[in-house]
């Protein structure tokens, strides 16, 4: 029997506020900063205190929710999700469930097989938990909490179940982190745990419209481990089914190093988290004209630059998505496509996702570190472009910009890299070569024509390695037939 997977994803975002959701506490780098010092009564959960709505944060949910299309309700309800979290002191979170701030909306992905569509239930706003570090030292066991993430603002974005495979999956995901960072709301950095995946799993045999039981993988923090999760849990789910077993409800957690998922608790309805209205937080209300506002505001959104890309400056679709993945790239990409007019945008955008993306990637670091500017990866696409220096010359020259931040026409000047164009010196080289090698030039012309090649190199050594390579060839051809001729 052929199956089907059904693949449904909650997404959580860290918001970019400069404070945590319902107090003043200011949000840190949880890879930086020191454990358990940024912290106050509210995110401790001490009692007699009140939460207070970060409008910051409700600003950058209602961007996420307008550029996912979704329906912002005039009024939205803070609820209190009972569970127990050892890292969130209260014994409960404070989110969203029946009334979210953004509903019913939808994000286009492209794939292989064309456009989908995915459909987006909700984006509703709630506090992160904290962090647990699990050591075992001198034979025990036992767990660390650091509470300088309780209290950040979360967007939790839930789709339908509308994904049928790892590529859509993977198409959604890459496109929605497009957004959060495009539109300010989340950084985008996996590496940082600022965006965090879930996937909701099932099977069934095609045709059938029946969803099978799901299964729900938890905290997958990168892409990477998201397609292996859900590759490793829908062939788990098909075996399950063709021996003849059922597949239970359940949460399950991603074993990087095994490369499997591991059970950690049956999965609960909304009914064992006892929801209930935050008796702290009257209703958060939305205002038409604060909506507008916002969505007035929306930066070009990253798909539709993409199609713009294709269509102004006849990018392929796929080059176009990795560079509005990250609206600094999109943007250096743009500015310096105007600053080399004769430079087809194609080979722009070649040099930045090719040669500057690797040595970006060789020396870990980010696009936010480059030390040359757009008019400056213009000027060494320029030069190249005009055969004042070649693709090879180019990108070592780029190499030693990217690493000192120095400009390409000083480096080549300095070190004497620029081609040699003029006509007449390499004539003169060509006639120098021929002249040199008499009993080469016989052999040519006794009929063993792959001499020419032979005759390129040699003048090229004679250049220096700087001949214009098409001038170059041009010249040889014109010389040798005249000798040809006599």
């Not at 205190?49 to 961007?63: F, G, K, M, T």
């Not at 989908?116 to 904290?130: K, M, P, Q, S, Y």
């Not at 959604?172 to 497009?178: D, I, T």
């Not at 030039?441 to 032979?454: C, F, H, I, Q, V």
Request: proline share 5%; glycine share 6%; hydrophobic share 40%.
């Amino acid at each position: 029997m052929q199956y089907e997977a059904v693949i449904g994803l909650e997404v959580h975002a860290e918001l970019a506020t400069q404070s945590k959701m319902f107090c003043g506490c200011p949000v840190v780098d949880s890879t930086q900063a020191t454990p358990n010092t940024t912290v106050c009564p509210v995110c401790e959960g001490l009692p007699g205190v009140l939460p207070v709505v970060n409008r910051q944060a409700v600003e950058l949910a209602l961007r996420v929710g307008l550029a996912l299309n979704c329906t912002i309700p005039p009024v939205s309800l803070f609820d209190r999700k009972n569970y127990f979290y050892p890292d969130l002191p209260k014994g409960y979170q404070i989110s969203q469930f029946e009334n979210p701030l953004a509903k019913n909306g939808w994000l286009v992905i492209d794939t292989s097989a064309g456009e989908r569509t995915v459909r987006i239930r909700r984006a509703h706003l709630e506090e992160d938990a904290g962090k647990l570090t699990h050591v075992t030292r001198d034979g025990s066991t036992y767990s660390l909490v650091d509470l300088n993430r309780a209290g950040v603002p979360l967007l939790e974005i839930v789709t339908e179940p509308d994904m049928h495979s790892v590529e859509e999956a993977r198409a959604y995901c890459e496109q929605l982190r497009a957004i959060l960072r495009a539109v300010g709301a989340n950084s985008g950095d996996l590496e940082k745990g600022v965006i965090r995946f879930e996937a909701n799993v099932s099977v069934r045999p095609v045709g059938s419209l029946e969803l099978g039981t799901r299964t729900e993988i938890k905290n997958l923090n990168s892409f990477r481990a998201m397609e292996r999760g859900i590759e490793y849990e829908v062939q788990r789910q098909i075996a399950l089914l063709e021996s003849g077993q059922e597949v239970r409800q359940e949460t399950l957690g991603w074993n990087e190093a095994e490369n499997c998922t591991v059970s950690q608790r049956s999965k609960e309805e909304a009914h064992d988290y006892r929801y209930f209205p935050e008796p702290d937080l009257p209703p958060l209300v939305v205002e038409k004209d604060w909506v507008e506002r916002v969505r007035a505001a929306l930066p070009e959104l990253p798909r539709a630059r993409a199609q713009r890309f294709v269509r102004q400056y006849g990018l392929g679709m796929t080059d176009a998505m990795i560079l509005v993945s990250d609206l600094m790239v999109a943007d250096y990409f743009e500015a310096a496509v105007l600053a080399a007019p004769q430079v087809p945008a194609p080979k722009i955008a070649n040099w930045i996702t090719g040669e500057v993306f690797a040595w970006l990637n060789q020396n870990a670091t980010g696009f936010d570190t480059l030390k040359i500017s757009p008019a400056a990866l213009a000027e060494l696409a320029e030069m190249t472009q005009a055969g004042q220096i070649n693709l090879t010359t180019a990108k070592a020259v780029l190499v030693e910009m990217l690493s000192t931040g120095r400009g390409a026409r000083q480096i080549t000047e300095e070190k004497g890299l620029l081609q040699i164009s003029d006509n007449s010196k390499i004539a003169n080289l060509v006639s120098q070569v021929l002249s040199d090698h008499p009993q080469e030039l016989a052999s040519y012309l006794g009929g063993k024509e792959t001499l020419s090649n032979w005759f390129f190199g040699q003048v090229m050594r004679a250049a220096g390695g700087q001949a214009n390579p098409a001038i170059l060839r041009s010249e040889l051809e014109r010389q040798l037939i005249k000798h040809k001729e006599r």
